[in-house]
């Protein structure tokens, strides 16, 4: 259980550092130096708050994902339960049938 938690947070990390680079990537550098000083201040702010969602998203999707495996892994094994039930059941029915047991 502890390695596939690991293995989550492992490509969770993977995720954020690609989507942090492609985010790195679509910044407009066409812009003139005056331009670039004079909104350097302005850009700053909001490129932290672009990166401050982006991560709490990204947080978000990896914790619905390991809240639905784990409902995922209990349906499963609820499931394989109730088929060994289900085999008991129809062996004790099958021996009562053929007079085995009384």
């Excluded at 502890?2 to 550098?29: N, T, V």
């Amino acid at each position: 259980m502890e390695a596939s938690i690991r293995r989550s947070l492992q490509i969770l990390l993977i995720f954020a550092s690609i989507s942090l680079q492609f985010f790195s990537g679509l910044s407009d550098d066409s812009s003139s130096s005056k331009k670039k000083a004079a909104s350097h201040a302005t850009s700053h702010g909001s490129t932290g708050t672009k990166v401050a969602i982006v991560c709490f998203a990204l947080v978000a999707v990896g914790l619905f994902s390991f809240f639905l495996f784990k409902l995922y892994q209990k349906k499963k094994r609820e499931e394989q339960y109730a088929r060994l039930l289900k085999l008991f059941e129809e062996d004790d029915e099958l021996e009562l049938e053929l007079g085995l047991r009384d």
